[in-house]
């Protein structure tokens, strides 16, 4: 990763000088309503290529395009689905990831040499000013190290990348907190292939039943869908239902859904006090980043009702302990 710093700008303000970085091969961190994406133009091969060096992203992981207007999907790529432009159409702009057939215009590089590409339009006014000005489809993963932590403020993006990233629009912090949730439509019955901000109660009020996949060890079918990811660098371990584990509190952080935990812990962090489970998701990554940083030894998690957002919630954290599962 480089070393220093990116130059950081406010995302209200004008964007002429990150939309231009943008265009000429350049990466422009910038606030979604999700969290914070890692951007490079989706028509350059090389400027893709950046993405997976700043983030040490394996190249089999493919990238989101992002478009500023729903309009400009069938502009890119062609007629789509009906199921497809269903959701889109009801959703965008929003924390849906759909997928379609990679136009030719795409380099393969963005899909992982995929047949198919991951797109969405976000819901975040500095994010669609930002793609509109720089005249180009973006493609963004999560702006982080690969597996770490997703970014939910500004500062994260910096701490976490420096100056692997030349450009930092701070938006502050996300609205939702965590990723868009991912559909692929063009089949008879749609498949949610990663679970994210938009639950899948919604998305079947206007497909009817859909199909959840569970992540993958092996080749993603798309972005964000390894089995294990989104793990903080201390090992993360979840609470067994009914009891707290036994732990050295002096050293332990604990992560609650809505009741803080008898003293003892060296760190806790509260999702949501009134048991909010939107409110606890849009807080999920940010309370792991201050838990990170507390200087505890490991963080016991407390899953939340598997229900609405919940699931994506809990999945997560299921990712998160997993990487410490398989690396240790």
């Known amino acids: 990763m480089s070393t220093g710093s990116p130059r950081v700008l406010p995302a209200g303000g004008d964007l002429t000088e990150a939309a231009s970085v943008l265009r000429t091969g350049g990466l422009v961190a910038f606030p979604t309503e999700t969290v914070y994406g890692l951007g490079a133009n989706a028509l350059d091969a090389r400027a893709a290529a950046r993405i997976f060096e700043a983030k040490a992203r394996p190249s089999f992981d493919p990238l989101i395009t992002h478009l500023a207007d729903a309009a400009d999907l069938e502009a890119l790529v062609g007629a789509v689905p009906a199921d497809v432009a269903a959701l889109a159409g009801r959703f965008w702009p929003g924390p849906l990831t759909l997928i379609v057939d990679r136009p030719e215009v795409i380099p393969s590089i963005v899909t992982s040499g995929l047949a198919t590409m991951a797109v969405r339009v976000p819901d975040n006014e500095y994010a669609r000013r930002l793609i509109a000005t720089a005249g180009v489809p973006v493609a963004a993963p999560s702006a982080n190290r690969f597996g770490q932590l997703s970014p939910t403020r500004a500062e994260h993006v910096v701490r976490g990348l420096g100056g692997a990233v030349d450009v930092v629009l701070d938006g502050g912090p996300t609205r939702c907190g965590i990723e868009s949730t991912i559909v692929d439509a063009r089949g008879d019955r749609p498949v949610v292939l990663r679970l994210g901000a938009l639950p899948v109660e919604e998305l079947e009020k206007v497909t009817g039943p859909v199909t959840v996949r569970q992540g993958s060890s092996g080749q993603p079918v798309a972005p964000g869908t390894l089995a294990a990811h989104y793990a903080p660098r201390t090992p993360l371990r979840l609470r067994d239902a009914g009891a707290l584990p036994a732990q050295d509190g002096v050293r332990c952080g604990y992560l609650a859904f809505r009741d803080r935990p008898a003293d003892g812990w ?27 940083a507390a200087g505890v030894t490991e963080i016991i998690a407390e899953p939340v009702p598997e229900s609405g957002v919940g699931r994506a919630v809990n999945d997560r954290l299921r990712r998160a302990a997993a990487t410490w599962h398989v690396t240790n």
Request: aromatic share 4%.
């Open 266 to 292: 060296a760190a806790v962090e509260v999702l949501s006090a009134t048991g909010d489970l939107t409110e606890a998701a849009s807080r999920l990554f940010d309370a792991l980043h201050r838990l990170d």
